[in-house]
């Protein structure tokens, strides 16, 4: 299932491209957001923090991924 932002287009063909490139001996990938990351020591290194992003972004917008330390149950 996709996740959209409700600032994403309603219809729009979109065209897969290859996020991630290499610089300089080292490996990055590009954002929806507009950023760079890295860098990874490989293609495939790279290519699996890409699958990571996605799906932890997806997560997060969904609200079922929380970042912070769970706190402690207290019944008092």
Known sequence: METK???D???QTRFRSDRVFGHDGKWFFYTREG???GPFEDHLEASWQVEIYIKMTASHL???L???PLE???SE
Do not use: V
């Open 5 to 7: 932002r409700t600032d």
């Open 9 to 11: 287009p309603k219809m």
């Open 35 to 37: 950023t760079i990351e």
């Open 62 to 64: 969904a609200g079922e």
């Open 66 to 68: 929380s970042l912070e």
């Open 72 to 74: 402690a149950f207290s």
